[in-house]
């Protein structure tokens, strides 16, 4: 059976846990996310993808009045339903003009509850299907457009990944395509911070421990500001606090962060960890980063075939060899006929990489005219085109 998707909004992370609990283990729902922050509400119901949000009860009716009244077009395809301590019939009638599905007493019965979050399902997946049938735009068109997710990934350490998404970030910010968040997703030893020369006061770690009390405001303080005006959110000082970190807050900080910005760009380690799994939901590229040695390239397919299994989209994939036109690695065309596909970006290796490595500095503006740096350019341009990918 297809679970109904479900999000939770208060004002508490206590009455937030309290009907979680009410939830936990109910046949056919999941709670996808939870949030004291009602941008959230204005975020899913521009989206249109969960099915129902229940609001309240530290919230009323006046809290969501006047974002409820900008999305009145998406109350047909997203459900929401009202908490409340207590429901009267001037409180009913209200909520029913502003197309919110149903208004429910906190303390109702898990039962009520629960078929009250299917019966509301329904009507939305019945407006739904009715749309879709009739050629209706279902797609989201309110709030600040949603930044490009690019995850930069290779199943290899030392490949170049950090090397790329610094570059890929600042470069961005460069071509006046910000603003740009690098989120340091490797989180046992990630080295964004240092290879930027930063010195950051927070990392993942603090903004991630009450991830369901962050708000914009909050979060924006807490990233490192670079000079190039990359902003960075960097992966945990200590490597005993990966540990803290789950997948869901991981997923959630990239959802909030993209509210706010043109541009994530993520880098991770080499592994396919349940992190990288929430981030590849809402990748809009995935660089694939290998150097071009035998193993490098041997991991690359192996990755490629765990994407396809994955069942992600080919299209969103960017192949970036890395160090090519060393004369003892492999040619460009030994690569693409091992992994059949085409190299979507060539960066070659130069010198001016680990000299601007190891004094914190981005190539691309330290050496913006070395060979390296045009490549990256062009891979710059190539992610904020319009339409990216090979579309094969
Ligand atoms: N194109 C290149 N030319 C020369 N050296 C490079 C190049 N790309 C990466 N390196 C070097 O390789 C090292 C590993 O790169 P890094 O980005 O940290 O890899 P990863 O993040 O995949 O583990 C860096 O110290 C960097 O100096
Ligand atoms: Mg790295």
Redesign the pocket.
């Known amino acids: 059976m297809e679970k109904v998707s479900v999000v939770l909004i208060d004002r508490e992370v206590q009455s937030l846990q309290r009907v979680r609990e009410l939830l936990e283990d109910a046949p056919g729902i999941e709670v996808v996310d939870r949030s004291t922050d009602l941008h959230e509400l204005d975020f899913h119901l521009s989206q249109r993808i969960v099915a129902v949000i229940l609001v309240g009860p530290g919230y009323q009716i006046e809290d969501v009045t006047p974002i409820l009244e900008r999305h009145s077009v998406d109350l047909a395809f997203v459900s929401v339903i009202l908490l409340a301590e207590e429901v009267s019939a001037g409180h009913l009638r209200q909520a029913l003009k502003l197309n919110v599905r149903d208004v429910l007493e906190v303390s109702c019965s898990r039962e009520d509850l629960l078929e009250t979050i299917q019966r509301a399902y329904e009507i939305s997946r019945k407006v739904y299907s009715e749309k879709v049938l009739l050629g209706e735009g279902i797609t989201r068109k309110e709030g600040h457009p949603r930044a490009r997710v690019v995850v930069v990934f290779?199943p290899?350490?030392?490949?170049?990944?950090?090397?790329?998404?610094t570059n890929l970030a600042v470069g961005l910010e460069v071509r006046k395509k910000g603003p740009v968040v690098l989120f340091d997703m490797?989180y046992q030893s990630g080295?964004v911070a240092i290879?930027l020369g930063l010195f950051p006061q927070y990392t993942v770690y603090d903004v991630m421990a009450d991830i369901d009390g962050l708000d914009k405001e909050m979060l924006s303080r807490s990233l490192t500001p670079h000079g190039s005006g990359v902003k960075v959110l960097p992966a945990p000082l200590e490597f005993q606090q990966a540990q803290f970190l789950t997948d869901r807050a991981t997923g959630k900080m990239v959802r909030l962060l993209a509210q706010m910005n043109n541009f994530i760009i993520i880098?991770t380690d080499?592994s396919f960890s349940d992190h990288l799994l929430a981030v590849l939901d809402q990748a809009d590229h995935l660089c694939m980063?290998a150097?071009n040695e035998v193993p490098s390239i041997k991991n690359l397919k192996l990755g490629l075939q765990i994407l396809g299994k994955l069942n992600f989209p080919e299209e969103k994939i960017l192949i970036v060899l890395?160090?090519a036109g060393t004369k003892v690695g492999l040619s460009p065309e030994e690569i693409e006929e091992t992994i059949q596909r085409k190299i979507d970006a060539a960066?070659?290796?130069?010198?001016v990489?680990?000299i601007s490595?190891?004094k914190g500095v981005p190539v691309i503006t330290q050496y913006p005219r070395s060979p390296?740096s045009k490549r990256l350019f062009q891979l710059v341009e190539l992610l904020s085109a319009e339409k990216v990918g090979r579309g094969r």
């Open positions: 290779g290899k350490g030392g490949c170049g990944k950090s090397f790329l998404a490797n080295d290879m880098d080499s980063v150097s890395n160090r960066i070659p290796s130069d010198k990489v680990p490595v190891n390296v």
